[in-house]
């Protein structure tokens, strides 16, 4: 199963999320961010390489605690990278490692909407902030125009006790959702994924959530979502 | 298939709304061309444009003997006919697959060549399709509020932010060149000075590459801090006037005063900038010096040598052996 990792905005935990979900998953992360790559990169092989038509999709996938293909930093890379060759790369890992946590850029343009339109499905993080809804929001519909069926959502960066204080206005950001109302909006379960110091530093450290800390809120969280998508897979 | 069309006119856009008619008795599907000189704004869900549109018409299907209508806004000048069917087939409109749909309905996320040409991106043989190409000459189809808003404007800043942030990483890269540590180097001999002298012409050229950026990073920022004073000094009296200015000018990506707190931001980045500028400027002073102390002393080294020379053109002209007076010996 290819799964893609979609927000719309920046910021959100897309990484983080897709890190973890890729550790639980027995997944390979693929970082899709062509322009500012997040996840953690080795020496060999990267992206940018596979998409310039460089290298194997195989040899790029770096075996650290969790598979990452990395993708590369430099802006000829990403000018090089050629989106059509997108497809053969994540089936080819799809192949061997039967799933595929591809987690995409922010913004709406085709380094988001290629990954979409090759995924099997795809998982929404978002914040309580109407901004970032009002982004996940396109991100779902542009999922539902390149037939990625929504598989989940995951409200990241909600406190354990914050089920009161989301319903406080926030003159920063706007209004905070509560959860069903979130559910509301994109017409899905929402998965709350509370704060973790552990989950914040984990693409860092390169330790999964559910390794680190296996009992906290937060891993039970993502071993939910993890079930949502194996019961996609299956 | 009967065409019926209608257009509208606000300002300088155009709203276009057209009625086909398929008196056939079979389900068909119709190609819609605009016809008006710039690029469809289609009908959007969420802002995603709806299935069947892109940037240059609709592909529709229509059940039989029915009638369905579409509209679309243009930014062009009045044409008539404002469209026409280009093609028309039975059955359901054919439907490309997904990554095409994706291509269609999205610009591209190429960074602008200009980014990337100034170091070295040619050498890296970018792939651009003709796709990718056209979308980026038509960049802006989905200027109407979504996250790709104003994309036109928000490209040129945007390229000219990256093509700065890279001006000042190579400028950083700059201060740790081998090349330039060869000038700190002193010449062995006048061999070495001519190897040095031709990778200095070469250093030279990548200076002078790397002024010109330099050159251009300093005038934005000069040009900002122009704006800034002017909106300091002038108060509220000339305030519309300058940010009117400033919203023509490119050396922001925003308008109002999300344009005034971008310049806040700016200024605040150029400070920083301007003084990284001012450190590397002094190195180059200082490194230029010593080459030019170096060169000094391997001109001295030469001029000594060239006496020396001479002095032993001299010798050798004022000896006169005494051939005669040896021959009349033997």
Known sequence: ??????????????????????????????????????????????????????????????????????????????????????????????????????DCPAGLRTDVGVPLAISHGVLLVVTPQPVAIADAVRTRELAR??????????????????????????????????????????????TSIPNDPHLERSVRTETPLTDVAPNSNAAEQIRDLSRSIRACRS | MRLAWDLQEYDELILVTARVHNPAPVKRYVRLQNHLDGKVRPPRSNGIPERGWDVDGVTITIPAQSVRGVGYACKADRTSPPLGIESTGRGNAPDADAPTRAHRLLDTFRPPRNAVTGIHAESSHPVVTDEDAAKQSRSGLMDDGISTSNNSAEG?????????????????????????????????????????????????????ERTDQTSHTLSRARRRIEFGMKLEKGGVATAIDVLEALRDSTVIDANGIAGLRSLD??????????????????????????????????????????????????????????????????
């Open chain 1, 1 to 102: 199963m290819i799964l893609a990792v979609a927000g719309g905005k920046g910021g959100v935990g897309k990484t983080t999320l897709a890190f973890n979900i890729a550790a639980e998953t027995d997944g390979v992360a693929v970082d899709a961010d062509l322009g500012m790559a997040d996840l953690p990169h080795g020496w060999g092989p990267d992206l940018h390489d596979v998409l310039a038509g460089r290298a194997d999709p195989m040899e790029c996938i770096y075996e650290g605690s969790v598979p990452i293909v990395p993708c590369g930093r430099s802006l000829s890379g990403s000018r090089a990278a050629d989106l059509s060759r997108y497809r053969k790369t994540l089936t080819a890992i799809e192949k061997e490692r039967k799933t595929v946590i591809v």
């Open chain 1, 145 to 190: 125009e390149l037939d990625a069926g929504l598989v989940g959502v995951a409200c990241n960066s909600r406190s354990e006790t914050s089920e009161t204080d989301s319903q406080q206005i926030d003159w920063q950001s706007g209004r905070q959702l509560a959860i069903d109302e979130l559910a509301d909006v994109f017409g899905a379960p929402v």
């Open chain 2, 156 to 208: 040129c800043t945007a390229d000219e932010t990256v093509s700065e942030k890279r001006t000042l990483e190579n400028h950083t890269n700059h201060n740790n060149e081998p090349a330039n540590n060869e000038w700190t180097k002193t010449p062995q001999n006048s061999e070495s000075v001519e190897q040095n002298r031709t990778r200095g012409m070469a250093g030279d050229d990548q200076r002078e």
């Open chain 2, 265 to 330: 931001t700016e200024l605040r980045s150029d400070e920083v900038i301007l003084e990284e500028h001012v450190d590397e400027q002094l190195e180059q002073a200082i490194s230029l010096r010593k080459r030019a102390k170096e060169l000094q002393e391997a001109a001295d080294r030469i001029e000594r040598a060239a006496r020396t020379t001479s002095q032993l053109a001299d010798r050798a002209g004022e000896i006169s052996l005494p051939i005669e007076i040896l021959e009349r010996l033997t």
